[in-house]
């Protein structure tokens, strides 16, 4: 059984910092990622009518059959910048299913492994796990972001400081340019480091940010 320590309360504050980095790098990734081009996205992206029209519903569900699905998680970072609402409204599945099957619970189940395997130290499994759970729900949180009513533990979040507010994410979608960790924005001065190091470099150009024809 792993032995718990004073080193479990900075382990936890540390994986929860690393969840929050790596919000902010799959953020940035996605946002300037091109779209594939020859999938008629900028279709979607540019609809001028009613989201909620068969025509709509009938071209999203032929375009999003066309690509793979990260090219559809790309496409849903950019789609919310203009529409914030719409991320969220997604359901919970949809917001942390990719995160949980690619991520969280293959190192869930490594770390549970070892636990029965090593005397793994408590302040490293503590880590672990805030880190697992930053990372899991970073898209549940991200999308609490954009609505008004969310669960008591993401209010009790902000008010400890351990989840972003609206008004400190609307800083990145004043500018596209900075601010794209959305669990806590612990990590944000030094993702925006980063950011405009790539972007001197080249990298991460604004048409990136739409879909094209």
Request: charged share 15%; glycine share 8%.
């Amino acid at each position: 059984m792993a032995r718990l320590d004073w080193l479990v309360l900075p382990a936890l504050l540390v994986g929860w910092y690393l969840a929050d980095f790596l919000s902010g790098l799959v953020h940035m990734y996605m946002d300037y990622r091109p779209c594939p081009p020859g999938k008629r996205l900028n279709d979607l992206f540019f609809y001028a009518g009613s989201r909620e029209s068969a025509e709509y519903q009938a071209m999203l569900r032929e375009r999003m059959a066309a690509i793979t699905p990260l090219e559809r998680l790309v496409y849903d970072f950019k789609n919310h910048h203009p529409r914030p609402l719409a991320l969220g409204r997604r359901s919970l599945w949809r917001l942390i299913g990719s995160s949980v099957i690619i991520a969280a619970l293959p190192i869930s189940l490594a770390l549970n492994a070892a636990l029965l395997v090593w005397p793994v130290p408590g302040w490293f499994a503590a880590g672990v796990f805030a880190f697992l759970v930053g990372g899991a729900f970073a898209q549940l949180f991200h999308a609490s972001l954009h609505r008004d009513h969310n669960p008591w533990f993401i209010n009790a979040g902000r008010r400890m400081g351990l989840l972003m507010t609206p008004a400190a994410h609307q800083v990145h979608h004043d500018t596209l340019q900075r601010d794209f960790a959305t669990n806590c924005g612990w990590s944000n001065p030094v993702v925006n480091r980063l950011f405009n190091a790539l972007r001197r470099r080249g990298y991460l150009e604004d048409a990136g940010l739409v879909p094209s024809s």
